[in-house]
């Protein structure tokens, strides 16, 4: 559910829950069997029980009902508290992304050169992406498929939301909206976009989960640095007081932020909430850690 909920706001990816919940790579390894020619031998030679076995049957499909409950909490509640408290959800965020980060990088059994320096170019990649200038959208089909294989990847990565991907390519304000009414109205042409991004996000799982599960198995310190610098380097995005330079009209006619500039509370442009924002990012960090505690409980 905290995954579904996560990937519905940009800034903040599903795939920093997954870690800290003790899930990732095994998250990674049963997507990249689900959807690969592996399922289709274990079937033929082993029947569907074994098939089912091989693709972790029940893990998967408790991890897809929480996050398909998690994306209509997020759609049609968290969307609520963006509107209204944004900066006490921003700062809750803040704070779990930091003890994210510090968690991640405590997984790298050691620290050398070479991990440094993937360290700090993830950083430069993750800040560079949030402060990137949105492109103008389009509502063609063949590019809300390419979305939704882009997007999908990022939601694997933690520290870079797949929300957010979207939001770069102009394609946020059609997609989510489309998301909202094809699951309260059933509206045919929002069901058509649903399925094409659909499908863009099976082929984005497919490709990206096999290249993940080959960098952890031959080169799992670098890689857990890259991801650490990811999360660091996002930060910018989630930071709590963010004024807005430009806004856009959405597919409703309504005006929506899109570029935004981080600033001190001094200079927010609204009700700063300092003390909400300490006591919320506080909470956000403690959060990691009983995740952590959780995951480990439940690994044992």
């Known amino acids: 559910?905290?995954?579904?909920?996560?990937?519905?706001?940009?800034?903040?990816?599903?795939?920093?829950?997954?870690?800290?919940?003790?899930?990732?790579?095994?998250?990674?390894?049963?997507?990249?069997?689900?959807?690969?020619?592996?399922?289709?031998?274990?079937?033929?030679?082993?029947?569907?029980?074994?098939?089912?076995?091989?693709?972790?049957?029940?893990?998967?499909?408790?991890?897809?009902?929480?996050?398909v409950l998690g994306i209509g909490v997020g759609v049609f509640g968290v969307t609520h508290l963006l509107e209204n408290y944004p900066e006490l959800l921003w700062a809750f965020f803040f704070g779990l992304i930091i003890a994210s980060a510090l968690y991640i990088g405590r997984q790298v059994t050691k620290w050398g050169a070479v991990e440094i320096a993937i360290l700090v170019l993830g950083v430069a990649v993750a800040y560079f992406i949030t402060v990137a200038s949105p492109a103008q959208g389009s509502e063609s089909l063949v590019m809300v498929f390419i979305a939704g294989t882009i997007a999908i990847s990022a939601l694997i990565l933690p520290g870079i939301s797949g929300s957010f991907i979207l939001l770069l390519m102009g394609m946020y304000t059609l997609i989510i909206p489309t998301v909202k009414d094809a699951l309260k109205t059933f509206n045919p042409d929002s069901l058509v976009i649903l399925v094409v991004f659909a499908l863009g996000c099976l082929l984005g799982l497919a490709t990206f989960s096999r290249v993940l599960s080959w960098t952890f198995k031959n080169y799992h310190n670098q890689t857990l640095a890259l991801l650490t610098g990811f999360m660091i380097g996002s930060l910018n995005k989630i930071w709590p007081w963010r004024n807005v330079l430009e806004y856009r009209t959405n597919s409703k006619g309504e005006e929506v932020p899109?570029?935004?500039?981080?600033?001190?509370?001094?200079?927010?442009?609204?009700?700063p909430y300092v003390l909400g924002v300490i006591i919320l990012m506080l909470v956000g960090f403690a959060a990691v850690f009983a995740l952590e505690k959780l995951g480990n409980k439940e690994n044992a």
């Open 1 to 67: 559910m905290a995954m579904g909920i996560a990937e519905v706001i940009p800034g903040v990816s599903g795939g920093t829950i997954a870690f800290i919940t003790g899930i990732y790579e095994r998250l990674i390894n049963t997507i990249k069997t689900i959807l690969g020619p592996e399922i289709f031998k274990s079937l033929r030679h082993d029947g569907l029980l074994g098939a089912w076995k091989k693709a972790d049957g029940l893990f998967l499909t408790m991890l897809l009902g929480g996050m």
């Open 258 to 271: 899109f570029i935004e500039k981080s600033v001190l509370p001094s200079a927010y442009d609204g009700d």
